[in-house]
T-cell receptor, first 114, second 112 residues
Framework: DTEVTQTPKHLVMGMTNKKSLKCEQH?????MYWYKQKAKKPPELMFV???????INESVPSRFSPECPNSSLLNLHLHALQPEDSALYLC?????????????FGDGTRLSIL | GESVGLHLPTLSVQEGDNSIINCAYS??????FIWYKQESGKGPQFIID?????DKRQGQRVTVLLNKTVKHLSLQIAATQPGDSAVYFC???????????FGKGTKLTVNP
């Protein structure tokens, strides 16, 4: 079992739907991350939150909207997604967002866009 | 392009053998390296990390070697077991950066 919990594990949605992915950690970490992973590819960074502030947005389309309500929670709001957005969405956390810190991953949400 | 890559996309070994997974990186400013194991249907699992002021670090059945001269990183798994079958990613970060850059991954298959 991982210490980073992601819900739901699977999500199927239409292109006009609005849904949210959730991530939670109780390790006291102050940095949280969203990654996108396509099949047989490495994870690609989307967003970084440091001390509940957005510090990095890797030019992600606005149909993905991150939110960090508190130091333990991270959400990813989805709206008007495209079929190419189908992927595994991974959340990670680390003690801080500075170098020399291992990131710990959840098991992801498998997202399918119809 | 990616600053971290892998020499081989797949590796097949016999149970009980030692496995060596290689990784090349191109950024000489990288000072922190991590190996992750990703099993099917799961997220990447932290295995071991190493900082650039070290050449070698050992864990339980795993050893990471760092050669900064040729910008090469390797993961050695001793007495490989079927449960070691997974995709292994190396990742690196540059001093002061919040970003972790992943290599392409190597799929390790352990044959009984």
């Amino acid at each position: 079992d991982t210490e980073v919990t992601q819900t739901p594990k699977h999500l199927v949605m239409g292109m006009t739907n609005k849904k949210s992915l959730k991530c939670e950690q109780h390790m006291g970490h102050r940095a949280m991350y969203w990654y996108k992973q396509k099949a047989k590819k490495p994870p690609e960074l989307m967003f970084v939150y440091s001390y509940e502030k957005l510090s990095i947005n890797e030019s992600v389309p606005s149909r993905f909207s991150p939110e960090c309500p508190n130091s333990s929670l991270l959400n990813l709001h989805l709206h008007a997604l495209q079929p190419e957005d189908s992927a595994l969405y991974l959340c990670a956390s680390s003690q801080t967002s500075y170098s020399n810190q291992p990131q710990h991953f959840g098991d992801g949400t498998r997202l399918s866009i119809l | 392009g990616e600053s971290v890559g892998l020499h081989l996309p797949t590796l097949s070994v016999q149970e009980g053998d030692n496995s060596i997974i290689n990784c090349a990186y191109s950024n000489s400013a990288s000072d922190y390296f991590i190996w992750y194991k990703q099993e099917s249907g799961k997220g990447p699992q932290f295995i071991i990390d190493i900082r650039s002021n070290m050449d070698k670090r050992q864990g339980q059945r795993v050893t990471v070697l760092l050669n900064k001269t040729v910008k090469h990183l390797s993961l050695q798994i001793a007495a490989t077991q079927p449960g070691d079958s997974a995709v292994y990613f190396c990742a690196e970060s540059q001093g002061g950066s919040e970003k972790l850059v992943f290599g392409k991954g190597t799929k390790l298959t352990v044959n009984p």
